[in-house]
């Protein structure tokens, strides 16, 4: 899920297929993680959270897996729709409240007709 | 309840000049954070204000500088402009009881 300078990793996922979308943390410390989903020409919206006691939480069509061993953050979209077509982002943040949060590069979900 | 508010949505302005740029928080939150995003950076945090006084800061030129009023609402500033502080400025709003921050729909400013 994170991306070094201009060209953002692309998922192409077949409309109605679930779509997965990775991302890796740097901070061990961090107990707070958060996923973005940013259409063109717009600010980042808040999709889903979950805090470092849970390793899964769900939404609507929205699930949020995460592994601490290995510093694993995923978002699984399913039944994705165009409407799902934006830049995802991940986010990191350590609990004490004074700590700021720590964005990745993000990820470009692509839907195919 | 309404949402993030960012005043202007764009701007251009040449280089040398200086702009300041607004944001309106949801009624009730009163930490203000903002952010530069460029396709080539990414997100890059800026600053973070929580009544009236930064409580966090990033990795910028001192050209940068923000303020929180009583409201909370928060402007930055960006003096002698440069090139390269071409980008879609956001600001992001959160309560004490959640971490979670809500965006605003940014201020894209162009410096010629």
């Known amino acids: 899920g994170e991306s070094v300078g201009l060209h953002l990793p692309t998922l192409s996922v077949q409309e109605g297929d679930n779509s997965i979308i990775n991302c890796a943390y740097s901070?061990?410390?961090?107990?707070?993680f958060i996923w973005y989903k940013q259409e063109s020409g717009k600010g980042p919206q808040f999709i889903i959270d979950?805090?470092?006691?849970?390793d899964k939480r769900q939404g609507q069509r929205v699930t949020v897996l995460l592994n601490k061993t290995v510093k694993h953050l995923s978002l699984q979209i399913a039944a994705t729709q165009p409407g799902d077509s934006a830049v995802y982002f991940c986010?990191?943040?350590?609990?004490?409240?004074?700590?700021?949060?720590?964005f990745g590069k993000g990820t470009r979900l692509h839907i195919l007709p | 309840k309404a949402g993030v508010t960012q005043t202007p949505r764009y701007l251009i302005k040449t280089r040398g000049q200086q702009v300041t740029l607004s944001c309106s928080p949801i009624?009730?939150?009163?930490?203000v954070s903002w952010y530069q995003q460029t396709p080539g950076q990414g997100l890059q945090f800026l600053f973070e204000?929580?009544?009236?006084?930064?409580?966090n800061k990033g990795n910028f030129p001192g050209r940068f500088s923000g303020r929180q009023f009583s409201n909370s609402r928060s402007e930055m500033n960006v003096s002698t402009l440069e090139l390269g502080d071409s980008a879609l400025y956001l600001c992001?709003?959160?309560?004490?009881?959640?971490?979670?921050?809500?965006f605003g729909p940014g201020t894209r400013l162009t410096v010629l």
């Open positions: 992001a709003s959160s309560n004490l009881n959640t971490d979670t921050q809500y």
């Open positions: 901070n061990s410390a961090s107990d707070y």
């Open positions: 979950i805090r470092s006691n849970m």
């Open positions: 986010a990191e943040k350590v609990g004490n409240r004074d700590d700021k949060i720590i």
């Open positions: 009624s009730g939150h009163r930490s």
């Open positions: 204000y929580f009544s009236e006084t930064q409580r």
